[in-house]
């Protein structure tokens, strides 16, 4: 979960909705629905991958008022298509983490891009809002996460010293994409109707499908042998294959449980800020034309933090790199919370610095601290999961501050409340590093107490090889 560099923009109407009682004006087309303030950035992958490509998806907010009831229910049927896809690529998470261990990262990635490219170029031929609930909020949305969830286990196969400098290089190219992505997509919306800006995004999956193919894993990959095939029936080894790659062998560890469900809770409120930041300067800041100010400010201090991080969570032994994103959540509770305080625009952009520098310390190093928790070889799963529990809070996070919004007629609440979950999210991960040195010290006590307890050797030497031991182990 990871937000994948998405602030709201003034772009490109999502699709066209007949209402034919809707008499014409000047300003519209006859037979269309007016869409005043429904905004739309597509998820794109972003191209900057360390060996090879990889996707980090963007999904755009989706932002209205209505005129009338009918006219509302229209708009919230059409916001779901957008809202889909990106709960898919969340949603997906733990399933891609069986792909990934089953079939690589470099199979599982590229099929993944290939599904996202085949979901992205068909709706540009359709105008159907059913149909592109299929294929926008299903097949773009899966496509993604298949493609998206593999470039984070991939570069542990290569780094382990770097692993943090390393993910931050490449996480930092995805910041140069969310700050151009937006210009790029008003331009396309401006000139070209959003049929043709589809076919145009989707040649980016196209291209991430062939970048995908540069995955080359080098651990090696589990495989049964014939002896063992022998022994179990049909049904045996399909219950094995199952238990083998749809486990919950992560949540065995205390320290993995509570550092997903610490992110999972700080997830609630970590969308909000992106997403209604630019409504938010409409009303308070109307004067103010150079609202894409605020998304250079957040892209261009996400991937500075993303160097930074990367760079300084090599430094800092074992779990202790945990408390990085206890920072990162804190300082971003407190900014979403310092927001209605802003009585000037400047202020609000030094809010929006610290917001894009704690988006960077937070996405880099998940997968370095996934990676330390459960180990190389369970790591895809263990980051799977954590970005399934993830996907709750983070859609749930938006709305529930647009209701906010709706009952008290302004931002200021909404924000508030943003800023609750990564506190409470930031204490609970404060605690991941202590328990994991306690387990540490125990384990070691009870080592000492096996190695004084042991039972002196037989005096008469080992036994023979056949011979039944005295006392069998437990």
Not at 145 to 154: E, W
Request: hydrophobic fraction near 45%; include cysteine; proline fraction near 7%.
């Amino acid at each position: 979960g990871v937000r994948e560099n998405l602030v709201g923009g003034q772009e490109f109407l999502p699709l066209s909705i007949t209402r034919p009682t809707l008499p014409p004006s000047p300003q519209r087309e006859p037979g269309l629905l007016p869409l005043p303030d429904y905004n739309l950035q597509p998820p794109l992958p972003l191209l900057a991958r360390c060996q090879g490509g990889v996707s980090k998806s963007q999904v755009g907010n989706w932002d209205f008022y209505h005129h009338s009831l009918s006219v509302f229910v229209l708009l919230f049927s059409a916001a779901w298509v957008g809202a889909l896809a990106m709960g898919m690529i969340f949603f997906c998470s733990p399933i891609v983490s069986i792909f990934t261990d089953r079939l690589g990262c470099r199979i599982t990635a590229t099929a993944g891009a290939a599904v996202a490219f085949i979901g992205l170029h068909t709706s540009s031929f359709t105008s159907s809002l059913s149909l592109r609930y299929f294929t926008y909020g299903i097949l773009f949305g899966c496509g993604c996460s298949f493609a998206f969830q593999p470039s984070l286990v991939i570069l542990g196969h290569y780094f382990q010293r770097r692993l943090g400098l390393a993910n931050g290089v490449v996480s930092a190219g995805s910041s140069i994409f969310s700050m151009s992505f937006p210009f790029l997509i008003k331009m396309l919306g401006d000139k070209i109707k959003l049929a043709q800006t589809f076919q145009v995004l989707s040649t980016f999956m196209f291209v991430l499908m062939l970048l995908s193919l540069t995955y080359r894993p080098l651990l090696p990959s589990s495989q049964d042998t014939p002896s063992k095939r022998g022994v179990h029936t049909l049904h045996q080894r399909f219950l094995a294959q199952l238990r083998k790659y749809f486990n919950m062998r992560v949540f065995r560890q205390r320290t993995y449980r509570v550092w997903a469900f610490g992110i999972a809770a700080a997830a609630l409120g970590y969308f909000v800020p992106y997403v209604h930041l630019m409504k938010y300067v409409e009303e308070e800041f109307s004067e103010i034309k150079e609202t894409w100010v605020l998304l250079v400010c957040i892209g261009a201090t996400s991937g500075l933090g993303r160097l930074v991080s990367g760079h300084i969570s090599d430094s800092i032994p074992g779990l202790k790199k945990i408390y990085l994103q206890v920072l990162s959540f804190l300082l971003l509770g407190l900014m979403s919370m310092m927001i209605p305080l802003c009585r000037d625009f400047g202020g609000l952009i030094v809010v929006c610095l610290f917001l894009g520098l704690c988006d960077g310390f937070f996405i880099t190093i998940m997968a370095p601290i996934a990676f330390e928790l459960v180990g190389p070889m369970q790591a895809s799963q263990a980051i799977g999961y954590l970005l399934g529990m993830m996907a709750l809070p983070m859609i749930a996070g938006p709305p529930i501050a647009g209701l906010l919004h709706n009952c008290f007629e302004d931002y200021h609440v909404a924000f508030y409340f943003a800023g609750v979950p990564p506190i409470i999210g930031a204490v609970i991960l404060f605690f991941v590093p202590l328990m994991h040195q306690r387990m540490f010290k125990k384990e070691q006590r009870d080592s000492s107490k096996d190695k004084m307890l042991a039972p002196d050797p037989d005096p008469n030497g080992e036994l023979l090889p056949g011979s039944p031991s005295p006392e069998e182990p437990i």
